[in-house]
């Protein structure tokens, strides 16, 4: 453990404790949030209802990372990329991590008070599912596909809370969500690969194993499959297929620097995912501002 002197303050390790240096898995998590904001209401969402959606996106991936740390607080230390977090390091106790993802979490539910029931519902589901998924990595092949639930559970939120009801489109963009992130995760996890088989987590890189690039191909054509059908059912218009185009313009990039399974390479491709995702709700809000 390193001297008193040298610590940073608490307010610092608490920000890298919540990842606020590194919000990739924050805009992850906002934009299938924010298609269904603009989708659920006709590209007219309540402007209280991005605030509280995105702020509320904020907090509960913090909540989430806080959650994590603490359940993998023994496997972080044996892994390059992880072994410097707070907790791992020993900066910050382990029930400081729980503390702080309790009062994330708190503050993320007040936030939809002012919400219908059917929201403040989903939103306990929404925290049982983020605080769930860690020990996934434990016993299940693909953790991936639980992380896909846990990032896109926004969508049938945001649907819930404009229209009080969660059709079935809703659910099938859900299951869409898990397919991309089934794709930008494996890649992440490519990443820590050899030291997740030392350890003994799972992982869908390891479970794929030498099928990885396919599998991560695969997802991405299951998830534009959806988003199009997504698109036609809704007649976004040519701004939305404009999107799409780029998007899959993106993940055709991504194709030859996944063949390399170079850590690098495939923790950029992770990272990168956000303008994939970030294309997809520009041709959705362009789409209505057209109309």
Avoid at 96 to 108: F, G, K, N
Avoid at 267 to 286: D, E, I, M, Q, T
Wanted: glycine share 6%; aromatic share 16%; net charge positive.
């Amino acid at each position: 453990m390193q001297s008193s002197a040298a610590q940073p303050s608490r307010l610092v390790l608490y920000a890298r404790l919540m990842r606020m240096d590194k919000p990739i898995g924050t805009l992850l998590l906002l934009w299938p949030t924010l298609w269904a904001l603009w989708m659920a209401s006709d590209g007219h969402p309540p402007v209280a209802f991005v605030v509280i959606f995105s702020v509320g996106t904020f907090l509960m991936r913090s909540a989430g990372c806080a959650v994590n740390d603490w359940a993998d607080r023994d496997f972080d230390k044996h892994v390059k990329r992880t072994k410097e977090r707070p907790l791992t390091a020993g900066l910050i106790a382990p029930w400081e991590a729980l503390a702080v993802a309790a009062v994330l979490s708190l503050i993320a539910f007040t936030l939809i008070l002012p919400l219908n029931a059917l929201t403040k519902w989903m939103s306990v589901a929404a925290i049982v599912i983020a605080g769930t998924y860690p020990f996934f990595k434990r016993f299940f092949a693909i953790p991936q596909a639980y992380l896909g639930i846990a990032f896109g559970f926004g969508i049938p939120m945001a649907y819930a809370a404009v229209q009080d009801q969660v059709p079935t489109l809703a659910w099938l963009m859900l299951i869409g969500n898990v397919f991309w992130a089934v794709a930008y995760d494996t890649a992440y996890a490519m990443v820590d690969r050899d030291d997740d088989l030392h350890i003994g987590i799972k992982t869908s890189a390891i479970t794929f194993g030498r099928f990885d690039v396919a599998a991560i191909m695969l997802c991405y054509v299951a998830f534009f499959g959806i988003m199009a059908w997504a698109g036609y059912v809704m007649a976004l218009g040519v701004a939305y297929w404009i999107g799409m185009a780029a998007a899959v313009a993106l993940a055709l990039w991504y194709y030859p620097m996944l063949r390399t399974r170079d850590r690098m390479k495939c923790f950029f491709v992770f990272r990168h995912n956000n303008w994939l995702g970030a294309c997809l709700f520009a041709g959705v809000a362009v789409a209505y501002l057209m109309r």
